[in-house]
């Protein structure tokens, strides 16, 4: 089930964008729903990287499943039954702005319950935290 999209006009050329998206270093900056983040190397399909949630006392496994480079890409990890995946994609658009989107699903035994929860969250905080990814990429383009 989805539980939120959300998308950002970015004033940066998506290679730029996609640096910074892709750039697992740099997602305490803008996500202020994780408190760390820690893959072995850049990301790519099949990277496992272990992450903790702002609030929470353990850290999931988060698993990269796609990426198409400069494009988007998927992740997800596993919490109490439900599967979380999150899908980050750009789109180019006719002005030369990046359209960045985000959407989260949650699937498996609980994600009716667990979904609920994380939806209420995301709702509430999933566009600050895509604003000031945008403000970061803004930035770094001046």
């Known amino acids: 089930m989805q539980l939120i999209s959300h998308a950002v006009t970015v004033a940066a050329p998506a290679d730029r964008v996609w640096?910074?998206?892709i750039d697992w270093h740099s997602w305490t900056n803008?996500?202020?729903g994780i408190q760390r983040v820690k893959f072995d190397g850049p990301l790519a399909v099949g990277s496992v990287g272990r992450l903790r949630l702002k609030g929470s006392r353990q850290y999931v496994k988060l698993h990269v499943v796609s990426l198409d480079d400069g494009h988007a890409y998927t992740d997800y990890f596993d919490m109490l039954g439900t599967r979380f995946i999150f899908n980050h994609s750009l789109d180019?658009?006719?002005?030369?702005?990046?359209?960045?989107?985000?959407m989260v699903e949650a699937k498996g035994l609980t994600a009716f319950v667990m979904g609920s929860i994380m939806r209420g969250t995301l709702a509430k905080n999933l566009p600050n935290w895509m604003d000031n990814f945008k403000r970061l990429c803004e930035r770094a383009e001046s």
């Open 92 to 102: 180019t658009l006719p002005t030369g702005d990046t359209k960045v989107l985000f």
């Open 19 to 21: 640096s910074r998206l």
């Open 30 to 32: 803008w996500d202020a």
